[in-house]
């Protein structure tokens, strides 16, 4: 269990506005410059070094070296998960609205976009709805599992179940399918090992594009085709 000394660290750092803007704009996977972090959260490069310096300390971020530049990410699913919950929460507190709106505005980030390395958004909702009533997966409330008909199904479309978990190594603590509560349908969709296998798989086979300058995906024509006759998959 984490000190409580760690915990205020943690919840100070994600707590700081900029900070806050900078790990959003990596909640898509991207590694990402100093420069590129300055620009998104509107601070001075310096500014913007500090905040990455204490975060990558913090153990939040982790950094690639490739050639003179290093570029800054989300040091593993469990920080992109504090993040979605952080701000479902948010969203749950803002003021009162005539008309109630949860999650992101932007129609296109509420109809499918990657959550870190996951597929999230109405997309996302409904891959994990079609999945569960096809008797391939199973989710509780905070776990999930695949089962035996699960694993020949997924094999069937392109995803090795057995190949995962090995690749997967020892001293991985990544669980293989586990449902992530969605910011804006408030429902779960996939996350864990199997969460990141299918978006991989989609954007792989040109089911899905990303959108540019956005985290949100569009499902190509083969994509809807697909996801309905062999996920079934239902889209609007």
């Given at each position: ?8 660290e943690i919840a100070a750092l994600a707590g700081d506005p900029s900070r806050a803007v900078m790990l959003h704009a990596l909640m898509d996977g991207r ?87 996951h597929l999230a958004g109405r997309l996302g909702v409904a891959l994990a709805d079609a999945l569960v009533m096809g008797g391939h997966v199973e989710l ?97």
């Open positions: 269990m984490a000190s409580h000394a760690k915990f205020a590694a990402l410059t100093a420069s590129e972090m300055a620009r998104a959260a509107s601070i001075a490069p310096q500014t913007a070094s500090d905040h990455l310096a204490r975060m990558v300390a913090a153990g939040l971020l982790s950094v690639v070296k490739q050639g003179r530049h290093r570029y800054h990410r989300l040091a593993s699913p469990v920080v992109a998960q504090m993040m979605e919950s952080i701000m479902l929460v948010a969203s749950d507190l803002e003021p009162a609205q005539p008309k109630l709106t949860v999650g992101p505005r932007d129609k296109s980030l509420r109809a499918g976009r990657t959550c870190y390395d509780a409330d905070d776990a999930g599992l695949v089962t035996n008909t699960g694993v020949a199904f997924l094999g069937g479309i392109g995803v090795d179940i057995d190949a995962l978990m090995a690749r997967r190594g020892k001293r991985s603590k990544r669980v293989l399918c586990r449902p992530c509560l969605d910011w804006s349908e408030r429902r779960p969709h996939l996350a864990g090992v199997l969460g990141a296998a299918l978006c991989t798989h989609s954007f792989k086979n040109g089911w899905i594009r990303h959108i540019d300058g956005t985290r949100a995906v569009m499902v190509t024509p083969k994509g809807r085709r697909i996801y309905r006759e062999q996920l079934g998959v239902q889209l609007e």
